[in-house]
């Protein structure tokens, strides 16, 4: 793995003041950040998020997933501890790049969900290697996490390396009329642990 550290800078946002420290793959040529705040060198577990690119979520205000609402949640939820960690990760359409994402969404806009339109394309459901991450972590000196995700893979991906995942905190925000289905496939058929947002977000809404 030839993921090797970069720069860092401060990176001001409307929840505080984090750290960026930008990364580069030599292998792939993909450029990684990640947003730290307070001492996270420490030895005690560091709240953490691993966060896949998803340009038109995070970017571009998209209402067919819910990766917006999760990367403001989690950088909310670091600012509120004052302390954490999360991983940018430049894994866009769960590995298989925006274009292919788009050819996916057209193929999701005729009725295909989410895994039905990678496979159509030739790709596995879920391409991502979160190998990228051991270094990463390793730089910032982070060997414990509690980790913000409902995606068990990523618990598994860690702990594969060596990151002890010491908690696995749910992070459901989002649902809504658009993401749906999305969300239902990833509990259907990827394993994600999603099952009480869509009673608790549905009985709210
Ligand atoms: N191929 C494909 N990728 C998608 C689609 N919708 C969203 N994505 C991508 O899925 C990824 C979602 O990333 P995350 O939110 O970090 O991961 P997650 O597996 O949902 O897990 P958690 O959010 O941690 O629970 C991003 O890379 C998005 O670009 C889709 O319909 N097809
Ligand atoms: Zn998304």
């Known amino acids: 793995m030839s993921v090797v550290f970069v720069a860092s800078s401060l990176l001001p946002t409307p ?10 793959d030599e292998q ?18 560091v709240l953490g998020r ?8 995070d970017a571009l205000f998209s209402m067919r997933c819910d990766c ?3 990367l403001e949640a989690a950088l909310q939820a670091i ?20 274009l292919n994402k788009i050819r996916a969404y057209a193929l999701q806009d005729e009725g295909a ?4 339109a990678n496979e159509r394309l030739g790709f596995a459901p879920d391409m991502r290697d979160y190998a990228i991450c051991k270094p990463m972590l390793a730089h910032l000196g ?3 996490v509690e980790l913000m995700t409902n995606n068990p893979r990523k618990v598994k991906a860690l702990e ?7 908690k696995r905190k749910a992070l459901q925000i989002g649902l809504n009329p658009h993401n749906r289905k999305y969300l239902e496939t990833k509990a259907g058929k990827l394993g994600h642990l999603l099952g009480e947002i869509h009673q608790g977000e549905a009985e709210q809404s």
């Open 15 to 24: 929840f505080g003041v984090f750290t960026m420290h930008g990364f580069l």
């Open 28 to 45: 792939t040529g993909k450029e990684h950040v990640a947003l730290t705040m307070g001492t996270v060198d420490d030895d005690a577990p």
């Open 50 to 57: 691993l966060h896949s690119e998803c340009l038109t979520g």
């Open 68 to 70: 917006g609402y999760q």
């Open 79 to 98: 600012a509120a501890e004052g302390r954490g960690v999360l991983l940018y990760l430049r894994q866009e359409g769960r590995g298989i790049g925006l």
């Open 113 to 116: 969900d989410t895994v039905e």
């Open 142 to 144: 982070i060997a414990e």
């Open 160 to 166: 594969g390396f060596g990151i002890r995942v010491a």
